[in-house]
């Protein structure tokens, strides 16, 4: 049988129940200002996998106009916060807090947290760079 | 004793205590277990102990569905028509239904059969025997044992790993041939298909069954309790083209006879998991013999607890260890970097299936058509249809998954449905169920709790057609059960 690995890469599960995961869609990504050092950024810049799923996320325009407001959201979370450390506790608690929550989105077939998300939403941008 | 019905005087009728249509699990179960009590009964089989292709063309049909469709050769290549019946296709996987599955269930529409687990507990005892499958094995008490160090996740999760155990399957035919052939109580008629139900003039008692040959005699067989085993498409077929007397078919005022079609829809790659965590854990859910040619495999299925709060149908995940879905490696390290446990987890990726419960669906159904098979007999159609609630249930249950498995730093799951066309991958398990249910009353069924026509005081139905819901694992222990309690009350009825 057909692995359908392409057809749904796009697509966001709806509303099921009292279960959502939510439909990222909204927000532009017009081109945030950069930092001279940004530890999202950093915290980004692995594996080659993250930029390509992001980039295909962020090829439809649905997704790419939520990313911003997703970004958004994380950037506003982690404020301050630059060391790797306690910036990698912090995300892995907002993802873990994420999936208890149901804020969950679809990134090429995986069912992620909002924060994963966003991460991975970063890491395409960097790619489109 | 055999019989060859090509070999039969045309216009005899031959007599018995009770005749069985269809040799199957159903038909062979019933046939020893009333021989065993001294009664005598004649067994009508449509093929021999070979597959023929004459008899197998006897299940053409068409089959389809707005969605999804089944395959043009689904009715021939999801049955045999030969001694054992489909038990030659059996993959032997034993499990008995779960207690909810007999319950009714407020989110799934039409539920509930008129017994329970409780009162279909010890006819399973004995099905487990006649399936040569231990009860250890067989029964749910073998996951507490085995789920004490094979669980995935902690109790508090609304998922369990279940165990699905598989002894060598029986192959009904060639298992019980010498038995069938030996007994003195058996006449069991090869080449001998029913197709007509005959009845007195009011439609409340079977007068005879009608049995035709292909190129060959037609005969009868008159017996004081008759009782259809042919399957969940046969036997509403057989009860529709008996329209004699009344004319929308035997057993079917309310037009139920045929609807109400369960499969068990299958998922063979229907997304990933990244596990986060001993591989040996994820193990445990791999096949393994735990004694010689005795299978045991694990899937992740909901708890009864989440199906209630959740409104789930039973559904489950098995491991597809070659089938590693893409963007798999990054997932993993995703998560692996951002965990919060103290130690990096080891990162698994694996290809999942997926199993679910049909619900329930009136317009999932077998009708007749306007062709003919070779003996003049109607030819089926199969509509199988998945309804919202299908849906519904697949979806709420795929996030739950992925959030537990998120919400506890397990893993991370893929899901390759389409949000517009979820079914669209979607494989027949060749479970063919509901098509002459089982309910208290004849507005809501086919069949009484006692497996009886309602409005016929001697025709009997022992089959999956009259499950009510399907459950999610193969029917044939069910089957064998409800086949053992139906002799029990028929031994009764003829004290």
């Given at each position: ?129 | ?18 005749c ?177 139900i005959v009845t007195n003039?009011?439609a409340?008692a079977v007068e005879a069954v ?13 017996a004081?309790y008759y ?15 008996s ?7 035997l ?202 026509l309602?409005?016929i005081d001697n025709l ?36």
């Amino acid at each position: 049988m057909m692995a359908a690995r392409t057809y749904s890469r796009r697509s966001v599960l709806r509303v099921a129940g009292g279960l959502a995961v939510a439909s990222v869609v909204g927000m532009g990504c017009a081109e945030e200002p950069e930092n001279s050092f940004d530890p999202l950024l950093e915290l980004v810049d692995g594996p080659e996998a993250w930029r390509r799923l992001g980039a295909d996320w962020l090829a439809d325009e649905d997704q790419s106009r939520k990313a911003a407001e997703i970004i958004a959201r994380l950037r506003a979370d982690v404020g301050e916060t630059k060391d790797p450390e306690a910036l990698r506790l912090l995300l892995a608690r907002r993802i873990e807090a994420d999936y208890a929550a149901s804020r969950m989105g679809r990134v090429n077939d995986w069912i992620l947290s909002e924060t994963e998300v966003a991460l991975c939403a970063l890491a395409g941008r960097r790619r489109r760079r | 004793m055999l019989l060859d019905g090509r070999r039969l005087v045309a216009g005899e009728t031959h007599q018995a205590e009770i005749c069985i249509v269809g040799a199957g699990a159903a038909g062979i179960t019933l046939a020893l277990e009333l021989s065993a009590k001294g009664h005598d009964v004649i067994l009508l089989e449509s093929g021999g102990f070979e597959t023929d292709a004459a008899t197998e063309s006897l299940n053409d049909g068409s089959a389809e569905g707005s969605q999804p469709s089944p395959g043009k050769d689904y009715l021939r290549l999801s049955r045999s028509r030969l001694v054992g019946g489909t038990t030659n296709r059996w993959e032997g996987w034993c499990r008995p239904f779960a207690p909810l599955d007999f319950a009714p269930r407020e989110w799934v529409p039409h539920s509930g059969w008129p017994i329970d687990r409780q009162q279909l507990d010890p006819y399973y005892e004995r099905a487990w025997q006649r399936l040569r499958s231990d009860r250890w094995h067989a029964d749910v008490a073998a996951d507490s044992r085995l789920a004490e160090s094979d669980q995935l996740f902690s109790t508090d999760t609304p998922f369990r790993t279940i165990f699905l155990h598989r002894p060598p399957p029986l192959r009904f035919g060639t298992f019980h041939q010498a038995e069938l052939v030996a007994s003195p109580k058996i006449r069991l008629f090869l080449w001998s298909n029913a197709v007509e139900i005959v009845t007195n003039q009011d439609a409340t008692a079977v007068e005879a069954v009608r049995v035709a040959v292909v190129d060959g005699p037609s005969f009868r067989v008159s017996a004081r309790y008759y009782c259809l085993a042919a399957g969940g498409i046969e036997t509403p077929r057989l009860l529709l083209v008996s329209n004699a007397v009344q004319a929308a078919g035997l057993g079917n005022r309310h037009d139920l006879v045929g609807r109400y079609f369960m499969d068990h829809p299958y998922f063979e790659s229907a997304g990933g998991l990244v596990w986060l965590g001993h591989q040996r854990a994820l193990r445990r859910l791999e096949p393994r013999e735990l004694r010689p040619d005795y299978l045991t495999v694990g899937a992740l299925a909901a708890t009864e607890e989440a199906q209630r709060e959740h409104r789930l149908l039973q559904t489950c995940i098995g491991l597809q260890w070659n089938d590693i879905p893409e963007f798999a490696d990054g997932i993993g390290a995703l998560a692996n970097m951002l965990s919060t446990k103290k130690s990096a987890p080891v990162t698994t990726s694996v290809g999942t299936t997926l199993t679910c419960e049909q619900s329930p669906n009136p317009e999932s159904r077998v009708v007749l058509t306007d062709t003919k098979d070779a003996l003049g007999v109607a030819q089926v159609r199969l509509q199988w249809r998945l309804s919202d609630v299908d849906n519904a249930s697949l979806r709420t249950w795929i996030i739950l998954l992925a959030r537990e498995f998120g919400r506890t730093s397990r893993g991370r799951i893929a899901t390759y449905f389409d949000d517009d066309d979820p079914w669209r991958d979607v494989l027949p398990s060749a479970h063919h169920m509901g098509t002459t249910r089982m309910s208290d009353a004849p507005e809501r069924g086919v069949v009484d709790a006692n497996l009886r026509l309602h409005g016929i005081d001697n025709l009997f139905i022992a089959s999956s057609s009259t499950f009510p819901t399907g459950g999610l694992v193969s029917p044939t222990p069910t089957i064998v059960a409800l086949a053992i309690r139906l002799a029990d009350h028929l031994a009764g009825k003829m004290r």
